[in-house]
């Protein structure tokens, strides 16, 4: 970080990227968004994420999305984070193609390039940019790919349950934006954004989903295993108790994790807590969950719905269950 702070200093458009486009290094921490912390292990995770989404923010901003030298700035993450760099090299890039209307190609050459094997959290990180800037989420959608677009929507939600947890979690209210499915995509997000917002407590993130109307759980749901499984923090006891919780939303949590062992494994970056996480949730590997995924879509054919293609997943894997 100090490496792309002092080229930014020494390097005027980027000086005027930074000024227009930072985060502050603080925005992050949990003591900055008023998380609630009841363990310190776990909050330490949470930064550890949050520091690695920032860094690979500030990358493409110094870079101006420029492949050789971004990828080379996203190599010093770890590769278990790696993933959470390009989420926000990906936020970074969409936001830089929305203030450049003369040059919009950033994050299509991102996507086929650097993040090609990352291409799920990237569509995410998209997302963000889409929540901060407040875009037009339909015309937004259409310039994506039509399965992982959805995926920004997720972003969305994601973002608003980070930086407005008090409006977006405790409030429950969604954006007026939204339609059709676009609500459903948001909640799923939402429920990502509860793993960190609850700083990976379990019994909070249950309690938390518990409270919202019955029919926005699934998708709350889906959302949190997801995220307990491709993020971490919490272990075996812990997650037994989230999936416990989760009692007739279970598949829906095993769907979660499964698109976390597929956005793993494509993107060749195991970890051991993904591994842990479908172990719990789904009675499968993650290389196994990561197949149902792959197998599922396969099902729907050619023009795939993604909606369709989640509860291809969730039927699958409630079929499995012991």
């Known amino acids: 970080m100090a490496a792309a702070l002092q080229q930014i200093r020494n390097d ?57 030298p971004l990828t080379s700035g996203l190599r010093e993450l770890p590769a278990a984070n790696l993933g959470f760099g390009i989420e926000g090299a990906a936020m970074a890039l969409a936001m830089l193609d929305y203030v450049t209307p ?43 790919d039509p399965l992982l677009g959805w995926l920004a929507v997720d972003g969305i939600g994601f973002h608003e349950g980070y930086f407005h947890w008090p409006k977006r979690i405790e409030r429950q209210s969604v954006p007026r934006r939204l339609t059709g499915y676009q609500k459903r995509a948001f909640d799923q997000g939402l429920g990502r954004s509860l793993w960190f917002v609850k700083v990976a407590d379990c019994r909070s993130v249950a309690e938390t989903v518990d409270r919202f109307p019955s029919a926005r759980r699934a998708d709350l749901w889906s959302g949190a295993g997801l995220a307990a499984a491709y993020a971490g923090g919490a272990d075996r006891s812990e997650l037994e108790i989230l999936c416990d919780r989760a009692g007739a939303f279970r598949a829906e949590l095993a769907q979660g994790a499964a698109f976390a062992a597929k956005s793993r494994q494509r993107a060749g970056n195991p970890a051991a807590h993904t591994e842990l996480a479908c172990r719990v949730f789904c009675d499968l590997g993650s290389g196994d ?16 719905d993604y909606e369709a293609w989640r ?12």
């Open 102 to 144: 003369w040059n919009r190609s950033r994050i299509e050459s991102f996507l086929s390039h650097v993040a090609h094997r990352h291409v799920y959290v990237a569509h995410i990180g998209v997302g963000w940019a889409i929540a901060r800037m407040r875009g037009n989420v339909s015309k937004a959608l259409r310039r994506l």
């Open 12 to 68: 005027l458009p980027a000086k005027i990227r930074h000024r227009l486009l930072a985060i502050a290094p603080d925005e992050t921490s949990v003591r900055k968004r008023g998380f609630p912390v009841s363990d310190a292990r776990r909050a330490r995770r949470i930064e550890e994420i949050g520091t690695a989404f920032a860094f690979g923010y500030q990358q493409a901003l110094v870079t101006n999305g420029a492949t050789g």
């Open 311 to 322: 509860q291809h997943v969730q039927r699958h894997i409630e079929a499995n269950f012991s």
């Open 289 to 304: 969950a990561a197949a149902v995924t792959d197998a599922a879509l396969d099902a729907i054919g050619p023009r795939p």
